[in-house]
């Protein structure tokens, strides 16, 4: 059954803007640990694709926020939030803390499809509450 469904549309020039503002600082509020070894090989390579993956994971906890409804305020918190890639490249949802608890108590699943072109990053999450067995 279907819980909550969010999708986000993320300005790459925005990003940008904020991460020439704010530098690595603006990348460690809004990434976790994983995310951000993911973030630093990348933008040593390829610059802008280090900006752009940055949008994808803004975008991302953006439409999680809104598919669980919580927006982000606890136990929602950009770092307890990570848009992680299977082998395959697939994009998954890894909790983390309080709010790992909070969604695992609530029997929820998320499914996440990320992707960005040089100027938009766009997310969609839909989040289901897990059936029970009779």
């Known amino acids: 059954m279907i819980y909550g469904i969010g999708t986000d549309i993320c300005d790459v020039r925005r990003i940008r803007a904020t991460f020439e ?26 610059p802008d694709r280090g900006v752009r993956f940055l949008a994808t994971r803004f975008s991302a906890k953006e439409a999680f926020s809104k598919a669980v409804g919580l927006g982000i305020r606890m136990p929602m918190t950009w ?16 909790l983390h803390g309080a709010l790992k608890a909070w969604f695992d108590e609530r029997g929820l699943s ?3 499809s990320v992707t960005d072109e040089s100027d938009y990053a766009a997310s969609f999450v839909v989040v289901e509450r897990k059936e029970e067995k009779a």
């Open 21 to 46: 503002r704010n530098g690595e600082r603006f990348a460690r509020r809004v990434l976790s640990d994983g995310e951000l070894a993911v973030w630093k090989a990348r933008s040593a390579r390829w």
């Open 110 to 112: 998320a499914q996440v």
């Open 79 to 94: 770092r307890s939030c990570e848009i992680a890639n299977l082998p395959s490249g697939q994009p998954v949802v890894v």
